[in-house]
């Protein structure tokens, strides 16, 4: 096991049921396990960091589970007791990309407010998601076009169609240029993907920075008066507190084998 792979498997997790999403200010907290500390992975959750970590670097097809045993420094028959299979390996990482993401992304589609303050709102939600996550994501969204995962298709269209009526929405109402409300939104999604490859179990105060500069630059560049970004985030920072989807009972949360689910598609970011 290299040092790099064995050092993040020994990082401390953020305890999932202790994250609370708070919009209350843009200088605080976003999405914040903060009173809760750290605790120590499972076994479970080492299998899906070492997973992500080893299909980054060599691919899902060139990883194989005795690799992933050995990288967590287990046998091979206990991975099976957590995953019956690699298939339900990535499957739980899938979840884990697309659920929470979709929940806050449906939501900020229909929340009150204009819709570029909810699409700001929503990029700094899951941007930091990304960059706090004990996972390594990156591989996911290249498994979309594999047969065995076509099944999360259906969930990542939705994301995008989230996505993209707040972008048509800000677009009527002025907000924002004319633009193709498609490309805007792929192109929002390549650059959160590209900044955020690799960056995953960063600090709080990182995740912060990062996704408030990351959701200003998006939003920036679609709005017809830039200087109106300001008011958006202030906006955005008093706008109330988004229940954490897991914490409302809105996400199911993998915890034990395969779900019923047919995960299959991820998010290019």
Same mark, same amino acid.
């Given at each position: ?123 700094? !939600? ?63 999604? !390549? ?79």
């Amino acid at each position: 096991m290299s040092a790099d792979l064995s050092q993040t498997l020994k990082q401390p997790l953020f305890s999932a049921g202790r994250k609370v999403v708070a919009y209350q200010s843009l200088e605080r907290d976003l999405m914040v396990d903060e009173p809760a500390g750290f605790e120590e992975p499972t076994t479970r959750q080492r299998i899906l960091t070492a997973a992500s970590t080893l299909f980054a670097q060599k691919g899902y097809h060139g990883t194989s589970t005795r690799e992933i045993a050995s990288a967590v420094g287990i046998q091979q028959p206990s991975l099976f007791h957590h995953f019956e299979s690699k298939e339900a390996i990535m499957a739980e990482l899938i979840d884990f990309d697309l659920d929470e993401p979709l929940a806050v992304a449906e939501r900020e589609a229909t929340a009150k407010g204009s819709p570029a303050m909810r699409l700001y709102r929503y990029l700094a !939600w899951d941007v930091e998601y990304l960059c706090r996550s004990a996972y390594n994501l990156s591989p996911v969204h290249l498994m979309l076009s594999d047969p065995v995962f076509v099944g999360a298709i259906e969930r990542y269209g939705r994301l995008v169609e989230a996505r993209e009526s707040m972008i048509r929405e800000a677009i009527a109402g002025g907000e924002f240029i004319d633009v193709d409300p498609s490309f805007a939104q792929q192109a929002i999604i !390549w650059m959160i993907g590209g900044t955020t490859a690799g960056a995953e179990q960063q600090t709080p105060e990182q995740a912060r920075e990062t996704a408030n500069r990351l959701a200003s630059f998006a939003i920036r560049a679609l709005l017809r008066d830039p200087d109106e970004l300001e008011h958006i985030r202030e906006a955005a920072g008093l706008a109330g507190a988004i229940p954490h989807p897991a914490e409302a009972g809105e996400v199911r949360r993998s915890t034990g084998g395969p779900s019923g689910n047919t995960p299959a598609e991820v998010r290019g970011g």
